[in-house]
Nanobody, 114 residues
Framework: QLQAFGGGLVQPGGSLRLSCAAS????????MSWLRQAPGKGLESVAD????????YYDSVKGRFTISRDNSKDNILVLQMNTLRPEDTAVYYC?????????WGQGTQVTVSS
């Protein structure tokens, strides 16, 4: 299971920290991702981190967002979001993938507005 939390309302230029708590599977062996879906749009990749801590960011968030993971007993995936823009408004989802195994969190709403 994955449970995402930490969303909310923030002003443009502000920061938020999203977390995703994992349980029930070997977290350290899975590639983890954050994705988002803005109103009226499709699902968009935001950032990935694979099990050796290599990261990948998509153009829209490079230099502003940081993905990290804690493979200790806490099994937490984190997305630090800085310099937020109105276009970052979306429901953010965490995802775990290993081979044909795929788990999704329930999503957390991020709204960037003045």
């Amino acid at each position: 299971q994955l449970q995402a939390f930490g969303g909310g309302l923030v002003q443009p230029g502000g920061s938020l920290r999203l977390s995703c708590a994992a349980s029930g599977f070997r977290f350290s062996q899975y590639a983890m991702s954050w994705l988002r879906q803005a109103p009226g749009k499709g699902l968009e990749s935001v950032a990935d981190i694979i099990n050796d801590d290599r990261t990948r960011y998509y153009d829209s968030v490079k230099g502003r967002f940081t993905i990290s993971r804690d493979n200790s007993k806490d099994n937490i995936l984190v997305l630090q979001m800085n310099t937020l823009r109105p276009e970052d408004t979306a429901v953010y989802y965490c995802n775990a993938q290993r081979g044909n195994l795929n788990y999704w969190g329930q999503g957390t709403q991020v709204t960037v507005s003045s």
